[in-house]
């Protein structure tokens, strides 16, 4: 049964909350204020206890470059979106924002690849006003570098003692803080506004009216052919709402309108073409074999950077299929409007489990589950196997048959963090509260697990 503080809770912030998780922040409060019990404690709420009790329940852990794939994806798209638009401003926006790692991190990026600061700007929203004013002073602990590669601590920080470091200006002005949070946010003032949205495991928390309703107003927020970043988990909610999954490896970004953006890309390419140099133009016609786009610039593929190495554990394969190993960002928006490049017939001897992925990527979903067929019949034993079948009858809507696949995965490979997320999202779909809170908890404890190895 839910209980009046939860319900409070869940008002204030569109978390749907335990009573464990709600109970323990009550107490913590009760002690601090000197009230007598809970009760006597909730009577006496006013704005800046509530304010006080919501610090103890959000979760504003983060680091720099966490999860980095989708930095670098937003840094060649918005290369690309910079050739069609060379003038033009472009917004991306960060929420929750925890202490301001995340769209810091993705101010360095867009500065690394050369994006200049007077084209882009950042705008970054949490809940809670303790991380915002932690994220203007814009000074960081240790626990804030994770990553193995710091040089961009020594390009973009300051060292001021007691292991600390404090971001440069130059990356401090180009992100804006707020206080608010998704379901609140003025969207008369931003609808359209953002090229790029980071949104990264938040909805997970939300019950499903209150992820519907996030969904719509991110949705109203992004402009027609932007880009939205999720957690792997969460990229099935949005695909049920009409997003497109981009074959960026590990990323896990979806477009709002697949089609919109392929259109705008083959137009820039179109006017890039009859306007350059006559002597490009014959140039080209004389050699044999090159179309007319392939003088017009594109960053170089990201395959190398965002393809997993053999190294990556088998239950890597994201629910966002990989991106294609040419072309940029538009060889993906054609992936996802459904202009799939036909797949290769594979040599023999092939890795059948290899090419299963690439035809599920290809949106060949029969030929990938007779791989995937051909591949236990030689390794029955498969966990990931029975992942990407999972993932297919999920796509054709036979549910019933992608649950039973994914609990043979986790049966096999218990710690399969992608499978249990399914399960966790199913289960929810299915009224199952319980076994989806369970899974849930067992995937954030194999996620934490995994970031900490």
């Known amino acids: 049964m839910t209980t ?7 008002a204030a912030t569109g978390l749907n909350l335990s009573k464990q998780i709600v109970d323990r922040a009550i107490r ?52 690309e979106q910079i050739q069609v638009e060379p003038n033009r401003l472009f ?19 867009l500065l690394d690849a050369g994006i200049p600061a007077d084209r882009f700007m950042i705008d970054a929203f949490d809940i809670s006003p303790v991380c915002v004013a932690r994220a203007k002073t814009g000074v960081y602990g240790r626990n804030a570098f994770r990553s193995q590669d710091l040089a961009f601590r020594d390009r973009h920080f300051t060292a001021v003692g007691n292991d600390a470091w404090r971001i440069n200006d130059a990356v401090r002005k180009q992100v804006r803080f707020h206080q608010g949070n998704v379901l609140e946010m003025t969207m008369t003032r931003r609808a359209g506004l953002y090229d790029v949205i980071f949104c990264r495991n938040l909805l997970i928390y939300f019950d499903k009216p209150t992820t519907s309703a996030a969904i719509r107003n991110l949705d109203t927020m992004l402009k027609r052919d932007g880009l939205l970043f999720v957690g792997y988990a969460e990229v099935p909610s949005l695909c049920a709402n009409g997003f497109a999954p981009l074959p960026y490896a590990q990323a896990f970004g979806l477009i709002k309108d697949a089609e919109a953006a392929a259109r705008k890309k083959a137009g820039a390419l179109a006017v890039a073409a009859t306007t ?28 190398a950077r965002l393809t997993p190495s053999p190294a990556t554990p088998s239950g890597s394969m994201p629910a ?13 928006i054609a992936g996802a409007t459904g202009n799939k490049p036909s797949a290769a017939k594979p040599a023999p001897g092939r890795d059948l489990l290899a090419d299963a992925r690439r035809l599920a990527d290809l949106g060949q979903l029969k030929e990938a589950e007779r791989d995937c067929r051909d591949h236990l019949a030689q390794q029955p034993e498969s966990a ?41 999202l199913l289960a929810e779909t299915n009224g199952d509260a319980t076994t989806s809170a369970a899974l849930k908890a067992r995937a954030a404890r194999i996620y934490k697990r995994q970031q900490a190895s």
């Open 276 to 303: 350059a140099p006559a002597s490009a133009r014959t140039a080209r016609r004389a050699r044999p074999g090159v179309t007319s786009t392939a003088a017009t610039p594109t960053p170089p593929p990201l395959a």
């Open 28 to 79: 913590a409060r009760v002690v601090c204020v000197g009230a007598i019990d809970a009760d006597d404690y909730l009577d006496r709420m006013t704005p800046e206890e509530l304010t006080a009790l919501v610090e103890l329940v959000v979760v504003p852990e983060s680091w720099f470059y966490r999860d980095q794939q989708a930095f670098h994806a937003t840094a060649d798209y918005l290369k």
């Open 384 to 424: 990931e196997a029975y992942f990407i079948l999972g993932l297919i009858n999920e796509l054709t809507n036979k549910h019933v048959q992608a649950q039973d696949y994914w609990k043979r995965c986790i049966y096999l490979q218990p710690d399969h963090y992608e499978a249990l997320c399914h399960l966790a």
């Open 91 to 109: 917004h991306v926006l960060s929420l929750p924002c925890a202490g301001g790692e995340e769209p810091y991190t993705m101010a360095m990026v």
């Open 320 to 332: 966002a299929p990989r991106r294609p190993a040419t072309g940029g960002t538009a060889a993906a």
């Open 4 to 10: 009046p503080a939860q319900i409070m809770l869940r």
